[in-house]
């Protein structure tokens, strides 16, 4: 029975500020290609333009997207559960009357109350980035798997407050949070994974770093934890590793013997 391996994106595999993988990180990669099914778990869409070149770059097995709204095995959409257009709505609205940024990136265009606001976060984070900006409005009349924040964590509050059914897992290190159905996660989306492959949860690694990764690595049979991660993830993983930037992708998979 092969194992899983799963990796969060951001500031597990990728470092988004300088666009980087580690070399060591994608030498385990090719190694654990022999006897683990390798599977990307982000808050991300890998398939809108923002992501697909990492998708394309790692060649992973399969796809836990959206905190598990969606999962894909090559191009082929195996689960996939939308918020309701009501929802949508309501949460636009909300974010236009407290000032607040929300909206999501799909296929090759950015859907974005106040974008004035992600603008200026990227700005300062990843320099001028070429957004193609359109109607927020317009977002509830598509298919939304989860949306996003971008801001302090002020907002944060007032999202979870006001829409108790949501849960909104903070992104620190470029200023925002994921906005997610309680009902979604990694978690879930790995266990239905780890069903359909027929492979045991209880065989599973799991990595991750930020407080969108907390369930998974609870879930998996092996939470690891990144060494830039946020306290709480580290104190609930069964193994800490080194920093992204420090091989802990390749010290941890050769610690438990993957390679």
Not at 6 to 14: A, E, G, V, Y
Not at 35 to 61: E, H, L, W
Not at 237 to 242: E, G, K, M, N, S
Request: hydrophobic share 40%.
């Amino acid at each position: 029975m092969k194992s899983i391996v799963s990796f969060d994106l951001d500031m597990t595999l990728l470092n988004p500020r300088a666009h980087h993988i580690p070399e060591s990180a994608m030498e385990a990669i090719s190694r654990l290609r022999k006897s683990c099914y390798i599977v990307i778990a982000t808050g991300r869409d890998m398939d809108n333009y923002f992501s697909r070149q990492f998708r394309d770059i790692i060649r992973v097995d399969a796809i836990i997207h959206s905190n598990g709204a969606k999962i894909t095995i090559g191009n082929e959409v195996i689960y996939e559960t939308y918020m309701s257009p009501k929802l949508v709505e309501a949460i636009l609205r909300f974010a236009e009357d407290e000032d607040l940024s929300v909206g999501v990136t799909l296929e090759d265009n950015d859907y974005f109350t106040h974008m004035e606001q992600v603008i200026e976060r990227d700005r300062k984070i990843w320099g001028e980035l070429k957004r193609q900006y359109k109607d927020p409005w317009k977002l509830i009349d598509k298919r939304i798997c989860t949306m996003a924040y971008v801001g302090e964590p002020a907002g944060i509050k007032k999202l979870e407050t006001e829409f108790p059914e949501l849960k909104c897992p903070l992104c620190d290190d470029i200023k925002g949070a994921d906005i997610v159905e309680k009902r979604n996660s990694k978690a879930k989306g790995l266990q239905f994974l780890c069903d359909y492959l027929e492979t045991d949860i209880k065989n599973a690694y799991a990595f991750g770093d930020s407080m969108n990764d907390f369930e998974v690595l609870q879930a998996a049979g092996t939470g690891i934890a990144m060494g830039n991660a946020v306290s709480e993830l580290k104190e609930i993983a069964d193994y800490v590793t080194a920093d992204i930037e420090e091989d802990g992708i390749f010290k941890a998979c050769r610690y438990f013997h993957l390679i």
